[in-house]
């Protein structure tokens, strides 16, 4: 099954980057102090590439996250992303792109408790305008692909926290993105279950996603293709 | 999908939920019982006066219809002057008179007698038996039949200008009942009875020969109310004419005060109504704000979670008013009942009187305050700043 999107290139040409950063800054102002969260942070991903961005608490990684999700506008700099510079955009603009081209992981799964299992897949469909038999179809293959497909009506608060985080992939993955955001995945796991999303998530990169992934799990980074390292908002060489 | 998360979302917290419903229907409830009351004794009071279609009452110059004793003299002359003009349909002359009817082995029963023309009254309608077509005839009404144990085709002693001192009477007749008859402007708790003018004139000696109490005129189909008014008042200067619209002008401005405490009752149970929603809504969305900044990060449009929280509200407001409605009938008949047992009240008044547009009025109310009270929350959620509010709960 496809997992996400990639762009069309010509056979043989290199890889086109899914995500370039050029001296991107983000400040924000903390009890009446500017705190200087990214400081001039220039990076490339290429498209079906796995990178993993580390560093201690506060270094910026999340926020640099949040500026590739576009969720969050860099103070100067550009991000652009899947070709298009996304810190221009306006709400509606931004939302309808993180909507198509963005899956968003996040540390504590954040699934609609209300939803069951299938519903929270679905959800990100259904604002696509994808018709109801076709997103259950999807929803569906994509609880079997994370190997959930015997708890599709079950509602977050049955499911352990390892299972959460499979369908908060598979949730992300529902419009066949083009790129793959997870921030601190396994933060709230213990170590077998991380280890199974680990492997979940180097599963959709094989199949064809390009991830980005923050953390302080060294298994979790030593499973992306490439590692970046992140200090007081600054990349490291 | 937006109606699905919505219901979801409500239906977590069943109980808050139910009771935040409850306590629109309250709200709801006390809205109908106002709007019900500022409009219900003004529509049972019109009712009354159009009961039989006589749009004009007229009666001794300077009073209301049987506000006094005071009587109109020359009857006879004014019914027929009356009679003559072509845009009047019917003339109905009525006399009152306080009537004693004995019976025997029990005490005496005071009635209200209307002395009338059964072929054209416009007093009473008969709930069984006939007119009181002969001279010695009567029609009572239910209380009156129970307090002399009189079945129709009884006859009853009754005499007018009774003094209980002397124990005399000014005339007496023995009338057979003929019909029982439901009276529209007496109150339920007043013996009645309805005898021919004729009879309870001649009952009534010199004093009450050729004169009656009031008049009531019924235009014919297309006349103008007004116009035929004007002539009458013009014509017999002796009396005061007054329409119905007239007499709904003075009703309106009694009614005032009523009407204004209505008013003012059912904006505050409108503002209750506001912000139990409000705040219900607003609790949930604190709650949530994690889970809506996660909707607006994964790609759910501002405008869909808007809805998805206004929705909210107006299933609570909606649901809150449609049990409302109910409470509200049910609460609206009892304290009418209350109401209505005040002395001296015509049977046929109603303090709540339930019409289609009060129902309709109250929902669209509610509707529109579920609305309102759902967007201020809705406002506040679709404007968090997501990045923000991430870290805040990553933080929380």
């Not at chain 1, 969050?72 to 909507?99: C, H, M, N, Q, Y």
């Not at chain 2, 303090?351 to 759902?374: H, S």
Request: glycine share 8%; proline share 5%.
């Amino acid at each position: 099954m496809t997992v996400a999107a990639r762009a069309d290139r010509p056979p043989g040409t290199s890889r086109a980057p899914a995500v370039v950063l050029r001296d991107v800054h983000r400040d924000y102002p903390l009890a009446g102090e500017a705190v200087h969260a990214v400081r001039g942070v220039s990076l490339e991903v290429a498209e079906g590439d796995y990178v993993a961005v580390v560093g201690p608490s506060g270094c910026g990684k999340s926020t640099l996250l949040n500026l590739v999700g576009a969720i969050d506008r860099p103070t100067a700099g550009t991000v652009t992303i899947a070709g298009r510079d996304v810190s221009t955009l306006g709400d509606r603009e931004a939302t309808r792109f993180r909507l198509l081209t963005i899956g968003f992981v996040f540390q504590r799964f954040y699934l609609m408790p209300a939803l069951s299992a299938l519903e929270n897949v679905e959800l990100p469909m259904a604002e696509a305008g994808v018709g109801r038999d076709e997103r259950r179809a999807r929803a569906r293959e994509l609880l079997t692909y994370v190997g959930l497909q015997a708890r599709e009506r079950h509602r977050p608060a049955q499911l352990s926290g390892g299972e959460q985080q499979r369908v908060a992939i598979a949730r992300a993955l529902a419009n066949r993105p083009r790129l793959l955001l997870a921030d601190e995945p396994t933060g709230e796991l213990d170590a077998r279950t991380s280890a199974e999303v680990i492997a979940l998530l180097r599963r959709v990169h094989e199949d064809g996603a390009t991830v980005l992934v923050v953390t302080h799990d060294d298994e979790l980074a030593r499973a992306a293709r490439r590692i970046v390292r992140m200090r007081d908002g600054r990349l490291e060489a | 999908m937006i109606a699905a998360r919505a219901a979801a979302s409500l239906l977590r917290h069943r109980a808050r939920t139910a009771l935040a419903v409850l306590g629109v229907a309250v709200a709801a409830a006390m809205l109908l019982d106002m709007i019900m009351l500022a409009d219900g004794m003004r529509a049972s009071f019109r009712a009354m006066l159009d009961v039989r279609g006589f749009q004009l009452r007229l009666s001794p110059r300077g009073t209301l219809p049987f506000d006094t004793e005071a009587t109109i003299g020359g009857a006879g002359e004014i019914a027929r002057l009356l009679r003559a003009n072509p845009d009047i349909e019917t003339v109905a002359p009525v006399l009152g008179a306080a009537l004693h009817v004995r019976v025997p082995g029990t005490a005496d029963v005071s009635v209200v007698g209307l002395g009338v023309e059964p072929a054209v009254q416009g007093d009473y309608a008969l709930v069984r038996g006939r007119e009181a077509a002969r001279p010695d005839e009567l029609v009572a009404n239910a209380l009156l039949l129970r307090r002399t144990r009189a079945r129709l085709g009884d006859t009853l002693t009754v005499a007018v200008g009774y003094d209980p001192q002397l124990r005399t009477a000014r005339g007496t007749r023995r009338l057979v009942v003929v019909g029982e008859g439901r009276f529209f402007y007496l109150a339920a708790d007043q013996p009645a009875a309805a005898l021919p003018i004729a009879t309870l004139q001649a009952m009534g000696g010199p004093e009450r020969a050729d004169r009656v109490s009031l008049f009531m005129v019924r235009a014919r189909p297309g006349a103008d109310v007004e116009r035929v008014r004007a002539w009458i008042a013009e014509r017999v200067p002796r009396v005061t004419v007054l329409s119905t619209a007239t007499a709904m002008a003075a009703v309106d401005q009694r009614l005032s005060y009523f009407r204004q405490l209505a008013v003012i009752l059912g904006a505050v149970s409108l503002v209750v109504g506001f912000l139990l929603v409000t705040t219900l809504v607003t609790v949930s969305v604190n709650e949530r704000v994690g889970e809506i900044a996660v909707l607006r990060a994964i790609g759910v449009a501002r405008s869909r979670v808007v809805r998805q929280i206004v929705l909210e509200g107006l299933v609570l407001s909606v649901a809150g008013a449609v049990v409302g409605l109910g409470l509200g009938l049910v609460t609206a008949r009892y304290l009418n009942g209350i109401l209505k047992a005040f002395p001296g009240l015509p049977a046929s008044i109603d303090f709540f009187l339930f019409q289609p547009r009060d129902a309709a009025a109250a929902l669209g109310l509610l509707v529109v305050t579920g609305l309102v009270a759902g967007a201020f929350p809705a406002w506040r959620a679709a404007s968090l700043p997501i990045a923000r509010t991430l870290r805040q709960e990553a933080v929380a």
